[in-house]
């Protein structure tokens, strides 16, 4: 169930996780290129400033990947109005848990991708003892931006994103006056004879009490009072 | 009789325009219920209420025994559901579609979507997202039924299907109720589809059900009768007057439900020469029914 699930996030993210996979290598490759010359990096403080701004831009990159994976996974979720995962035999607790921990898993690509590069730009510099683990503190402050901004982002998504929907389509947007009945439109051609189309009413016109009779014989208390 | 569905004093809102008022609705066991209504009058919102996808603000449902939405889980494990727009994912294929599906179902029959899915003529390769609107309808029949469901909730399975396509899903949903004596809620604006296929009906217009009834007495027991010299306030009448109209000269004409022949016997009694019964087919009934409902809200209001 759960490899199911993780399978539909990696296919539908997949081109975007790429991407941001291969900017997150890049990143630190392409500023230690452009700071190299003009620092020189003689001193551990010019290499920890050239850190920053490596691990501020990983960060950003990753913090973006996780938004889109949280914001296109609700997309697809929602298309029709309702989530698909909805209809299927799990509690919303266990379907959102799988889908949270599914893209929690696909947003380490672009970490991974931070970790290679920050570990081939570290190669390129002799980096003093304690700087040992710059890459992997790179990777994990990337993984935890993406993670981060994945969760606002989901619990946004997630929570308030199904309140417009959930009515009739288009209930707000009904346009008033005369219609015919759907029910005998769509039918077909006899939609367009008078006697079988029904006037519109708003919905607040029809209060009072309407209501079954009971299983068998049921039609309107009112109809009945004829 | 035991009821697959029970609905009691269903409440919920959606908004300022839309709401479901104390509703009340049975499905028997082993009956195809065909679930019929205009556009916006609730259908779709009730079905996704007895499917827990919406929390109700009132009332009580009950599907297979089970609880809605508290115990939602448990009855989806047992019913099969065509939504009424396509919301699988688009980018995996069929087979990755029923794969996924299967995976969260223990009663998921692999062989029988095999042999559905080589029956509907559906390529395991091809992408969701490109299914024709006849394809996809196929392919969301197919995962409600290989689920083996006890239930199967449809919400409009064939609207925008052309007729042969049509055919092809309600061949194999009617082969899979008669051999396994399924209970089936079907939604639909196709009233002439439902006459045929529905036993039990049940007619739903801005939030309410305002017709449940057997589709025998729903098809024979609505008639349009041409009355000469009508009182103009009838006494109590052994059938219901759904609606009157005025005819030719001093002619009526009276919609009437709960129609039987030996009640002509009530017009002589009153001095009222009665002309002709015409049958009504199902699609006026319903015309019929809406009307009367609407009229009766009118007053009421």
């Not at chain 1, 490899?3 to 990696?10: E, I, K, N, S």
């Not at chain 1, 920890?48 to 938004?67: D, E, F, K």
């Not at chain 1, 009515?167 to 006056?177: H, K, L, Q, V």
């Not at chain 1, 008078?194 to 009413?201: K, T, V």
Request: aromatic share 8%; hydrophobic share 45%.
């Amino acid at each position: 169930m759960f490899g199911q699930t993780l399978y539909v996030q990696w296919k539908w993210n997949r081109d975007f996780l790429a991407f941001y996979t291969a900017v997150g290598f890049a990143a630190p490759l392409v500023i230690l290129w452009i700071a190299l010359p003009h620092l020189g990096l003689t001193s551990a403080l010019e290499l920890v400033s050239v850190g920053n701004a490596v691990g501020m831009t990983t960060a950003v990159i990753a913090s973006v990947a996780g938004l889109t994976v949280a914001w296109q996974g609700y997309g697809i979720d929602d298309r029709v109005g309702h989530i698909y995962a909805l209809s299927l035999p799990i509690t919303r607790r266990r379907a959102l848990a799988m889908r949270a921990g599914a893209a929690a898993l696909v947003l380490a690509l672009p970490a991974l991708g931070v970790w290679v590069g920050a570990t081939l730009a570290a190669g390129q510099v002799a980096l003093p003892a304690t700087l040992h683990s710059y890459a992997g503190s790179l990777a994990s402050r990337a993984l935890l931006a993406a993670w981060l901004a994945h969760a606002c982002m989901f619990a946004l998504r997630y929570s308030a994103g199904r309140q417009a929907k959930n009515g009739p389509r288009n209930a707000s947007r009904r346009p008033r006056g005369p219609r015919h009945c759907g029910g005998v439109a769509a039918t077909g051609s006899r939609c367009a004879v008078q006697r079988l189309c029904l006037p519109h009413l708003e919905p607040g016109t029809l209060r009072g009490t309407v209501r079954p009779v009971d299983a068998d014989r049921c039609l309107t208390r009112a109809s009945l009072s004829h | 009789m035991t009821h697959a569905i029970t609905i009691e004093n269903l409440a919920y809102r959606a908004g300022r325009h839309f709401a479901i008022r104390d509703l009340h609705m049975r499905v028997p066991n082993g009956s195809v219920y065909g679930f019929l209504g205009p556009n916006g009058s609730g259908k779709t919102t009730t079905i996704r209420l007895l499917l827990g996808m919406l929390p109700p603000a009132d009332g009580t449902i009950s599907v297979l025994g089970h609880d809605v939405p508290h115990g939602a889980h448990h009855a989806l494990a047992r019913i099969g559901y065509v939504p009424e727009r396509l919301h699988l994912y688009p980018m995996l294929t069929v087979e990755e579609t029923m794969r996924y599906h299967a995976s969260f179902y223990g009663r998921w029959d692999a062989s029988e979507a095999e042999r559905l899915r080589r029956a509907f003529d559906l390529r395991a390769e091809q992408r969701v997202g490109r299914l024709s609107k006849g394809e996809a309808g196929k392919l969301m029949m197919l995962l409600a039924l290989a689920v083996r469901p006890e239930l199967l909730v449809l919400d409009e399975p064939t609207d925008g299907l052309d007729p042969v396509v049509r055919r092809d899903v309600l061949a194999a949903l009617l082969e899979y109720v008669s051999t396994h004596g399924a209970t089936v809620l079907m939604s639909s604006h196709l009233v002439h589809e439902q006459e045929r296929v529905c036993d039990w009906i049940g007619v739903m217009d801005a939030g309410r059900l305002v017709a449940e009834m057997p589709m025998h007495a729903f098809r024979s027991g609505i008639k349009r009768l041409r009355i000469a010299g009508a009182p103009a306030h009838a006494s109590p009448t052994p059938f219901g007057i759904l609606a009157r109209r005025a005819g030719a000269g001093r002619e009526e004409e009276w919609v009437v439900r709960d129609w039987r022949d030996d009640m002509t016997s009530w017009f002589a009694n009153e001095n009222t020469a009665l002309r002709e019964v015409v049958d009504l087919d199902l699609e006026e009934s319903f015309v019929e029914t809406l009307r009367a409902a609407r009229d009766a809200g009118g007053r009421a209001a």
